[in-house]
């Protein structure tokens, strides 16, 4: 009996790359995740077919490594996963996903790539040639409830960028969420940009609007424009940023870490 060889695809090939959601669930499983969720994640991070790959055998993928166009990020290409199905780990697809992505990005101009690690899967990465070049956090805290007279967090469009945000990620994120399901907030000693993640209120950016103001002070005001029993998670937040125990002091906790971890492309 033939045994079908495994290939290195472009991600056009697959037409949709919608269609790798059954997979990525497979890989690293549902969770709370909403319907939709993986189409809404390859808009958000500007996945494109032409810089990703799959891993297929005959008509089954056995893995992927998608890579996205961020304007924020200049030459870099950002990554938004890598994962291989279980049966097939162990026989070096992970890395020859992520060398033909690479070379697709070196061609389209791209210095460098660019994904994200959780702590486990670090050494990984080390091991494929990337450095780590930040250490990230996620904090989750919940909201504090209205007082009287205070309007809720509903959709709004966004102000304008400050030089100078607390925390952010990469604002088309933000941009590319849809608008029902974005917020841009003014509160007294500062603003936030938020996204909702299911129940949660993510915030991908901060920024304060004095010089005498501080994080706790700008998050205690945010989280009294949300109820009570809604979670409120800050994201990405540098593991060594000055205003990170002040947070941790005002209620928040860290509920995940993770790498940035960064390749450079050869010319």
Sequence with gaps: MRVAVTKIVGGEQLGELSQLQAVAESIFGRGQRQPGWFRRKLTRA????????????????QGYALLGRVASLGSIARGAGVGVVEAARGRGLGRALIDFASERARAAGFASIQFLAEP?????????????????????????????GEPPVTAAAGARLGPAPLWSWFPEA??????????????EHGRAWLTREGRAWLVHRAELSAAGSSVSELMLALRRRIDVTTPVVVYPCSADAAWLE???????EVVQRSHVVRRSLPF
Excluded at 46 to 61: I, K, T
């Design 246 to 252: 002040a947070l941790l002091a005002s209620g928040f």
């Design 174 to 187: 933000w941009e590319r969420t849809p608008a029902n399901e974005r917020a841009q907030v003014e509160v």
């Design 46 to 61: 500007g996945v494109e077919p032409g810089l990703s790959a799959v891993a297929m055998q005959g008509d089954e993928v």
């Design 120 to 148: 486990e899967r670090l050494d990984w990465y080390l091991g494929q040639g990337f450095i780590s070049v930040d250490a990230q956090l996620s904090l989750l805290g919940f909201g504090l409830g209205r007082e009287q």
